[in-house]
């Protein structure tokens, strides 16, 4: 078992390990053998998502996280002129959000015509259905992680609209990559656009 960490140590700075095995009198095991001693437990679960101002006349479906029916994470296929904005976790939010809008637009508009009821329930279930066979659950069913970037790609692709810079995406996965080896500094990360590929980061 490795070396119990005392909560003075904790204080200095962040830890990353793996899931509570289970909890102690003091503390908690965790799944690879380390322990911890620790005086208090903030709950941090993530977002249930719920949407209780809707009518069921909407045919919005939410099992466990899994909003359902949406083409792409997003329109509903049910209502297709109703978007859900921002669903999609482990992403560029500011990008998302911008594109995902603009990506409803395009239908909303007149601009692009939407596939037919058939064609958008087909390829939303096949996208879940490699979803559920890559292990992921219905609570976490909107997770893009580093399929984040191929979704942007096909969001814009299928609008015909505006996609995202390269430097956006390159400047994205440097913090993602900074989240992960570098928890307790991340976040003091400068960077300056050089062009729409480039980016410099600033000490």
């Known amino acids: ?3 119990t960490i005392s909560t003075n140590t904790l204080s200095t700075y962040f830890l ?3 899931d509570i095995q289970r909890f ?3 503390g908690a ?3 690879d053998g380390s322990a911890a001693s620790f005086s208090y437990v903030i709950f941090c679960t993530g977002y249930k998502y719920t949407f209780p101002f809707l009518s069921v006349d909407c045919g919005l479906n939410v099992d466990v996280n899994w909003v359902h029916p949406l083409y792409k994470h997003c329109l509903s296929i049910n ?3 109703m978007a859900v904005i921002g669903l999609p976790h482990q992403i560029c939010p500011a990008q998302l959000f911008d594109l995902q809008v603009r990506f409803a637009l395009a239908f909303f508009t007149g601009r692009k015509q939407l596939p037919s009821r058939a064609e958008m329930l087909a390829e939303t279930e096949a996208d879940m259905e490699e979803r559920w066979a890559s292990g ?10 580093p399929k984040q970037f191929d979704y942007y790609e096909d969001l814009a692709v ?4 505006t996609k995202v810079k390269p430097v956006v995406c390159k400047m994205m996965k440097a913090c993602s990559r900074r989240y992960i080896f570098e928890l307790d500094t991340y976040r003091q990360s400068r960077f300056k656009v050089v062009d729409d590929e ?4 600033i000490a």
Do not use: D, L, Q
């Open 1 to 3: 078992m490795s070396p």
């Open 16 to 18: 990353v390990i793996t």
């Open 24 to 26: 102690t009198e003091n």
């Open 29 to 31: 095991i965790f799944k």
């Open 79 to 81: 209502k297709p002129t």
């Open 136 to 145: 992921v659950s219905k609570r976490v069913a909107h997770k893009m992680g």
């Open 158 to 161: 299928t609008a015909g609209i």
């Open 198 to 201: 480039n980016f410099v980061r």
